[in-house]
């Protein structure tokens, strides 16, 4: 079974501003992103902490495999 990396805040909003998402506010540590495809509003929190508890980064991943492929997302949080 492949195991999750350990990825900061900033490592994670690279990864998923790849995908088309866009900053579009802060409050304090946390980002939002979102991406408008055909019509559908996507939105997604990251906070930008040094380095993101395992717990954290697994509800990421699936928060945003709701939007993104989990195919195409998998490369980037698992080794």
């Known amino acids: ?9 900033r490592d994670v909003l690279t990864i998923i ?3 088309g998402f866009k900053q ?3 409050r304090g ?4 992103l979102v991406r408008d495809v055909t019509g559908a509003h ?3 929190t990251i906070p930008l902490h040094a380095e ?4 954290t980064l697994r509800a990421i991943f699936r ?3 709701r939007f993104i ?11």
């Open 17 to 19: 501003q790849g995908f």
């Open 69 to 79: 492929s989990e195919q195409d997302l998998r490369p980037h949080f698992y080794t």
């Open 52 to 55: 993101l508890d395992p717990g």
């Open 1 to 9: 079974m492949p195991k999750l990396r350990r990825l900061a805040g």
């Open 42 to 44: 996507q939105v997604l």
């Open 63 to 65: 928060q945003a495999s």
């Open 29 to 32: 540590s946390h980002v939002k």
């Open 24 to 26: 579009v506010s802060q």
